[in-house]
């Protein structure tokens, strides 16, 4: 799985191989869907238990390769490791019911294969999603986010004297800060908005004052705002502190926060699962980041977490890894899991 390049709107060859190596695995009704998510069931009857990770990666590339104990490679972490992970657990379930297994589509970008399942009547009664956590703890919580393009327009200027014009690219970096100083408040980083500047172009003719700024922002929320408030609120900052300079702001994606019943039959099935393989207790934590959980959740109101191997602080950067020995006490820990939530519901 990692040798295939799989940025978000760019997962066909991965789909294609995963559909393959489940049709050759004992898997049923393997197929691709509409959107390019891989399904399959193993199994038959109820309880109907969701497994759902994401085959999409963020762009840029990485050599995949084997040093000790640990497999290196764009996806390892977030989240092909534990989307193949999956896929062992599934394969090795022998409980009541069976496991629906999704590899979905576009959870870097806009969340399509996501949307796309939950738009199909309810086929799961529980699910757990495949997101890096670690084994020792579960996210129950995950914030909502969105990506936003601001643009600023002023007239530009030479060089030589800075102080008598509006310089695009040094307003922008003020407009973040402006937003920032105005939302970003307190040290609990779940309950906070948070900004990032993930893309800026701007100038690139010699003395001459930028005239022109782009940049795209990410921002997270916790579940207090939702996404249309929050755009708003950062709309009326943008407006409020365009002095001197024209702007436009739209909104490109949205994902709404959710946060999920901590008691739930997956967490309590889940907390004994972990302390079976590893003799530890489950810590429950909230995502900082965002996730597809939320999505099926609400459409189907079924109990949901977010639970995986490998470390989150190595998402999305060029050190991701997975330890084969994490790697195989997760693929234990999901079919037991699933074992223990199906024998509850069944």
């Not at 038959?44 to 759902?52: M, N, R």
């Not at 069976?98 to 294969?113: F, H, N, P, Q, T």
Request: hydrophobic share 40%; with cysteine.
């Amino acid at each position: 799985m990692l040798s295939i390049y799989s940025p978000s709107g760019r997962e066909r060859s991965a789909c294609t191989y995963m559909k393959r190596f489940l049709s050759r695995s004992g898997f049923e009704k393997v197929l691709l869907d509409q959107v390019g998510n891989v399904l399959a069931e193993k199994g038959e009857g109820k309880p109907s238990i969701l497994l759902c990770g994401h085959i999409d990666t963020v762009a840029g590339k990485l050599p995949v390769k084997l040093e000790g104990n640990r497999i290196f490679g764009r996806g390892a972490v977030d989240a092909k490791g534990p989307l193949a992970a999956m896929a062992l657990a599934a394969k090795e379930y022998s409980g009541i019911g069976k496991i629906i297994l999704c590899a979905a589509v576009g959870e870097e970008a806009d969340s399509r294969g996501a949307v796309q399942l939950s738009s199909l009547p309810r086929m799961a009664d529980a699910a757990i999603f495949g997101e890096p956590t670690g084994l020792r703890a579960v996210a129950y919580a995950h914030r909502g986010s969105i990506s936003i393009k601001v643009e600023i327009i002023s007239g530009g200027g030479h060089s030589a004297s800075p102080w008598g014009y509006k310089n695009a690219v040094e307003e922008a970096f003020l407009l973040v800060d402006k937003i920032r100083n105005t939302l970003c408040h307190g040290m609990d980083k779940f309950s906070n908005p948070s900004i990032a500047i993930t893309r800026i172009r701007g100038g690139g003719t010699e003395n001459r004052i930028p005239e022109r700024a782009s940049m795209l922002l990410d921002v997270r929320f916790p579940n207090e705002w939702n996404a249309r408030d929050m755009y708003d609120k950062i709309e009326e900052i943008v407006k409020e502190a365009s002095q001197g300079y024209r702007y436009s702001i739209s909104m490109l994606g949205a994902t709404e926060p959710y946060v999920a019943d901590k008691d739930s039959i997956v967490v309590r099935c889940l907390r004994e699962a972990v302390h079976e393989t590893l003799g530890t207790r489950l810590i429950l934590v909230r995502k900082t980041g965002t996730g597809d959980m939320g999505i099926i959740a609400r459409k189907w109101n079924i109990p949901v977490v977010t639970y995986g191997p490998c470390d989150p602080r190595l998402s999305h950067t060029s050190g991701e890894f997975v330890e084969i020995e994490e790697f195989r006490k997760a693929v234990r820990i999901y079919r037991l899991a699933c074992e223990k939530i199906a024998s509850s519901l069944g």
